[in-house]
């Protein structure tokens, strides 16, 4: 809408409208310059990570919660993942993996002993898992037959050419129907 309003308008007024990609599953995405990046040239890269909590227990122990894993990821497979660097020992002080996944949505718990360091814990669970992935963007349009990488406004322009035919091809589909039954009951 902001665009059929200033069809001039920049990549960064845009860019106030639609502030990135909307992932299902959610997570965090990291690198707004990637986005900026795919946005103008319509090629980019960025880091989704998913949303996590670090909660202090009672009795001393740490829990990072993941709510949110990146896109495409399995959680079964994650939870494989992440439980089988526990079982090899790879980071000190890591002594369960759960998923307590339920009706109330996701929720995978890594458990860190009272002597470990939560934040270490996580960076390496980061660097070794899925619960951080790179998503490359590719932006494509058909634009006169062809195939075409363009940024953010020409993906717009291109959607609202195409919608307008449309809208022209079915009023004029609906018009020729019209006139043909007006020819008949003549």
């Not at 009795?59 to 949110?68: L, P, Q, S, W």
């Not at 089988?84 to 860190?112: N, P, W, Y």
């Not at 619960?131 to 494509?140: D, R, S, T």
Request: aromatic content about 6%; proline content about 3%.
């Amino acid at each position: 809408l902001a665009y059929l309003e200033d069809p001039g308008l920049s990549v960064e007024g845009l860019m106030q409208h639609v502030q990135g990609p909307d992932f299902p599953t959610g997570g965090v995405l990291m690198g707004a310059e990637g986005i900026y990046e795919a946005y103008t040239t319509g090629r980019g890269k960025v880091v989704l990570q998913g949303r996590y909590t670090i909660e202090k227990q009672r009795d001393g122990k740490h829990h990072i919660v993941f709510t949110e894993i990146p896109y495409h990821v399995v959680k079964a497979d994650l939870v494989r993942q992440m439980d089988a660097i526990r079982l090899d020992k790879q980071v000190h002080g890591v002594q369960d993996v759960r998923d307590e996944s339920g009706r109330d949505g996701l929720r995978i718990v890594i458990e860190v002993s009272k002597s470990a360091d939560p934040e270490g814990v996580l960076a390496f669970y980061l660097k070794k898992t899925d619960l951080q992935v790179n998503y490359h963007f590719n932006m494509v349009t058909i634009h006169r037959n062809a195939p075409r990488q363009v940024g953010l406004r020409e993906i717009i322009r291109s959607f609202i050419e195409h919608r307008r035919e449309v809208v022209r091809r079915r009023s004029q589909f609906d018009l020729d129907k019209a006139s043909t039954r007006l020819h008949e009951v003549e």
